[in-house]
């Protein structure tokens, strides 16, 4: 009996776990997180050190899809983000070395400095 119910517990753990990706180097592909009360996802391309693409940001105001254009030297990370009929935004973020996250920060156009942490999809 006490093997089942940690043979449960195991599988309902595994069942459970999203699968991380392992560290990157660069920006390429889709990226998105959710954090404090701010939606952000990204699909950028990068040639050198050169990042363009498409952005979305959500809140309780609304969903704002937009375009990006920024700079990524490793580990750093700086984006422009521009919706029209608003003041650009900014993101600027980390790359982990752990996993393909980055530790960032939106702000501007009536955002202030929030901690918005995105992932790799």
Not at 55 to 70: D, E, N, Q, R, Y
Not at 73 to 100: C, W
Not at 109 to 119: C, F, L, Y
Request: hydrophobic content about 35%.
């Amino acid at each position: 009996m006490r093997r089942l119910c940690l043979l449960a517990l195991a599988a309902g753990l595994i069942g459970c776990h999203d699968t991380l990706l392992g560290p990157v180097q660069t920006v390429d592909g889709n990226w998105s997180g959710v954090q404090n009360g701010y939606s952000l996802g990204f699909t950028v391309a990068q040639s050198d050190t050169l990042v363009s693409g498409s952005a979305t940001i959500a809140s309780l105001g609304g969903t704002f899809v937009g375009t990006t254009s920024g700079t990524f030297k490793y580990p750093n990370l700086t984006l422009l983000i521009h919706i029209q009929g608003f003041e650009d935004a900014t993101y600027t973020g980390t790359m982990s070395t752990s996993e393909a996250k980055i530790f960032g920060t939106l702000g501007g156009s009536g955002i202030s400095n929030v901690e918005v942490d995105v992932r790799k999809k």
